[in-house]
């Protein structure tokens, strides 16, 4: 039971190149959430799903698009990067007997030139 | 809507002190309350709980209270050690399991 892994770990994009970061989860959780985190703003919600096929905007959804196709898996993209992107970003699902409780990947480092 | 406040500044203390975090929020009813915390290069890990007040959430020495009178949720420790060191963050929920955090502390332990 791996929980909830991020890919890559740590990326250096140039301005105005494209990627997409990758969630998987093995707990068969229904909700996934995609979260940035910036020195002195604590974490800041971008996007979420309540469910396979399912997605929502959070707080600071601008210049980000995700998709659920598989129940598992929560991607997130950036069709054209911009330094104001430069960040770390976490997944986190919830689900199941642990309702209250997200659990958290370990994290991409993510940084916009 | 909901936010969660957090005191300012880092907090920097002697190991064996006694630790307080303040959190003090604002939401319309009655929200779940969590404090989450962050080790060094890791995610977040749930620390304690509380979906109602007067509830007392508890794990690993730590303790907090969802006080509805004075909107608050405070943190604390009797007695911390170095390997308590770490970010923590307030947090309550929205509504589809969605977390409002605050802006988090960090907490040094000095030996």
């Known amino acids: 039971n791996a929980g909830v892994t991020q890919t890559p770990k740590f990326r250096v994009l140039k301005t105005g190149q494209s990627m997409t970061l990758l969630c998987a989860q093995d707990?068969?959780?229904?909700?996934m959430y995609w979260y940035r985190q910036d020195p002195g703003m604590g974490l800041r919600l971008i996007h979420y799903?309540?469910?396979?096929?399912?997605?929502a905007k959070g707080e600071v959804p601008d210049g980000y698009n995700v998709s659920r196709l598989k129940k598992q898996n929560f991607l997130l993209g950036l069709e054209s990067a911009a330094p104001s992107q430069t960040s770390v970003y976490f997944c986190?699902?919830?689900?199941?007997?642990?309702?209250?409780?997200?659990?958290f990947g370990p994290g991409t480092r993510l940084t916009v030139t | 809507g909901n936010s969660v406040t957090q005191m300012e500044g880092p907090v920097t203390l002697s190991e064996e002190a006694f630790l307080t975090i303040n959190c003090t929020y604002t939401?319309?009813?009655?929200?779940?309350l969590f404090w989450y915390v962050q080790y060094p290069g890791e995610g977040l890990q749930l620390l304690l709980k509380?979906?109602?007040?007067?509830d007392k959430g508890s794990n690993k020495g730590f303790e907090a209270t969802y006080r509805k009178e004075t909107t608050s949720f405070h943190l604390e420790k009797g007695s911390v050690q170095v390997s308590d060191s770490a970010v923590y963050f307030c947090?309550?929920?929205?509504?589809?399991?969605?977390?409002?955090f605050g802006k988090g502390n960090q907490v040094v332990v000095i030996p």
């Open positions: 986190a699902s919830i689900g199941g007997s642990t309702p209250y409780e997200q659990y």
């Open positions: 707990m068969n959780h229904e909700y």
């Open positions: 799903s309540v469910g396979e096929g399912t997605t």
């Open positions: 939401a319309t009813g009655y929200p779940s």
């Open positions: 509380a979906t109602k007040a007067d």
């Open positions: 947090a309550d929920n929205h509504g589809n399991n969605r977390l409002a």
